[in-house]
């Protein structure tokens, strides 16, 4: 038995056009958010969710946080069928939203994480015990008796979090948490999250557009795409399927001779650089750099692999997203 | 008990927000003042060139209306959650957040707002009700005092009834809300006078579909020695619960709006 199962989940809507005229009634489209997506996960995983706008994400989140009903399939977390057992389910997972602020706005936070305790029915000592712990780790202490409508992004999102973690949920949704955040608190919100999965046993569902969240944190990587899902494993694996091209960054002190270079590879100058493009899987790295070095005195070089972004939007275009 | 001792909660820590900007409070709280000042005048007014409307005095006019202030805004006021905006807490997708909370839905609605500036408006209320008192020379009784509250408590519930038809309307996405304005205030402003002065369709409108007339008028008659409809004694204690009856059947449909909400998707 998993901790989350969820099989055959088939969800669609339908979108009414405009009406047209000389028409009487509007015309519907249904859209497919979803079709037969199953997969499963186990307790204390870190499951990253990736795919273009539109792909499903969001519904298969509202329908595992049991907002949304799905059309057919089935669902289970810890035993439970989040859109059956709503109050059950919601009472042992906790949710963030990037963009949408769920803490009450001209309070200060603490006075909102007493609110969410009675909501919660939280005990007065695990609560006392668990904000201290979060405050600790997210660094709220100086924040607590500030109103959450002066807080910066970083700031509120750290609020957000703890908000959502008082009844210590097994299982965390996160909807692009990282998104509008400065390099700073993006690494200190990806640390916290780490630790909190690996010390507490937290099962987080993470999705988002930041690949270096994706590389940073998640063990497992699923793909979805016009409500199919389309990879499901580990993100190396993920990669290496389209990370098909690497680039070597090569300067010498005098002209080079490349007339050794195989013809497989390409050549680009750019200033003083060369830029070499090969396929690794055709030509082995290592005669590359053989080759490379018989063509002049190397002053430096760079290998590289492709941005992931890029591998990403590679990815989409081949799957058609 | 549990849900009331989160209301309260809530309702506390909405009082301080609200307080937050206590310049916005008190210049709103005197803009409710004179608004419903002058609606209580418009009563004295009408009160002063007839004296009297069919067998009401002036008096009972005031008592009417006071009656009816003081129910509407108090219901304003602590259930605002329901008589505020109900579209704008799906559009916000603050009603997404609800489901993810351990508790149920309406509670969550209800905890959600406050409006305290209605204050004034229930001052003026209790005023135009004391005067009315006077005038009339109510002799206030124990079962008077229980049938003065449970129409209050009963108008309270029908009130929250009414605004709950726009929910229900918003979750369909469906624009109603002059529609039901037409019977939530349309139904404020003509039961501040009694119903009976009013021609047949109207009167069936406040006394069935609206009841406000068997909940906070066929009391307030029976307060004032005056039965209306021939509706005394015994009876008159059971009008009121018309509007418990309407509130569980909003209730109700509320329920399935919200299943309906969460298959259609957002």
């Known amino acids: ?321 | 008990m549990n849900t009331i001792k989160l209301y309260l909660h809530s309702m506390k820590m909405l009082l301080k927000s609200q307080m937050q900007y206590p310049w916005s409070f008190c210049l709103q709280t005197i803009a409710q003042i004179v608004m419903e000042g002058g609606e209580m005048m418009a009563v004295l007014l009408v009160v002063n060139r007839f004296q009297a409307l069919n067998q009401w005095t002036g008096g009972d006019l005031l008592f009417f209306f006071g009656i009816m202030s003081i129910t509407f805004y108090l219901t304003e006021c602590f259930g605002r959650g329901i008589t505020g905006n109900f579209a704008a807490l799906i559009r916000s997708g603050n009603l997404d957040t609800f489901f993810l909370r351990p508790r149920g839905i309406m509670t969550q609605v209800l905890c959600h707002a406050i409006d305290p500036r209605r204050i004034g408006c229930i001052a003026v209320g209790v005023a135009a009700l004391v005067l009315g008192c006077r005038q009339s020379r109510v002799i206030w009784t124990l079962p008077k005092i229980f049938l003065f509250t449970e129409a209050v408590f009963f108008g309270m519930l029908l009130i929250l009834g009414l605004f709950l038809i726009e929910a229900v309307f918003a979750v369909h996405s469906v624009k109603s809300i002059e529609l039901v304005n037409a019977v939530t205030y349309g139904g404020r402003s003509a039961c501040q006078y009694p119903v009976d002065i009013y021609p047949g369709p109207l009167r069936v409108l406040f006394g069935t579909l609206a009841p406000f007339g068997l909940v906070l008028q066929v009391p307030s008659a029976v307060i004032l020695d005056k039965p209306m409809m021939g509706i005394d004694g015994f009876l008159a204690f059971l009008c009121p619960l018309t509007g418990l009856l309407f509130f569980a059947f909003m209730y109700f449909v509320f329920q399935k709006a919200m299943k309906y909400y969460r298959s259609t998707g957002s």
Request: aromatic letters at 6%; hydrophobic letters at 40%.
């Open chain 1, 1 to 321: 038995m998993h901790f989350i199962e969820v099989e055959n989940l088939n969800k669609s809507f339908a979108v009414r056009k405009k009406r047209e005229k000389g028409h009487f009634t509007r015309e519907k489209t249904i859209i497919h958010a979803l079709q037969d997506v199953s997969f499963t996960v186990d307790e204390g995983e870190l499951l990253g969710y990736i795919g273009p706008n539109g792909a499903g994400k969001s519904t298969s989140v509202k329908i595992l946080s049991g907002i949304l009903t799905p059309d057919s399939g089935k669902a289970s977390v810890g035993g439970l069928t989040p859109w059956l057992d709503r109050k059950n389910h919601v009472q042992r997972i906790g949710v963030v939203f990037g963009q949408r602020m769920q803490l009450w706005w001209d309070v200060p936070i603490v006075d909102s994480y007493q609110l969410l305790k009675d909501i919660y029915k939280v005990s007065k000592a695990n609560y006392e015990k668990r904000l201290e712990e979060l405050v600790d780790a997210l660094d709220l202490e100086s924040l607590l008796h500030t109103p959450l409508r002066l807080m910066s992004l970083g700031q509120r999102m750290r609020a957000e979090l703890c908000g959502s973690l008082l009844h210590s949920p097994r299982l965390l949704f996160l909807d692009e948490p990282t998104i509008g955040l400065d390099a700073v608190s993006k690494l200190k919100l990806r640390e916290f999250l780490q630790k909190e999965n690996r010390e507490k046993g937290t099962t987080i569902l993470l999705t988002t557009h930041d690949m270096e969240d994706i590389a940073a944190l998640c063990s497992r990587v699923m793909v979805l795409g016009h409500g199919k899902k389309l990879f499901d494993g580990q993100l190396p694996d993920l990669l290496s399927r389209y990370d098909t091209l690497r680039t070597i960054r090569v300067r010498y002190n005098a002209p080079p001779d490349f007339s050794a270079l195989p013809e497989s590879c390409t050549l680009q100058k750019e200033g003083d650089n060369y830029i070499i493009t090969y396929a690794p899987a055709k030509l082995p790295t290592a005669e590359i750099i053989a080759r490379l070095q018989q063509a002049g005195r190397m002053q430096e070089m760079t290998a590289q692999s492709q941005n992931i972004d890029h591998l990403i939007a590679r990815m989409y275009r081949e799957m058609d997203l």
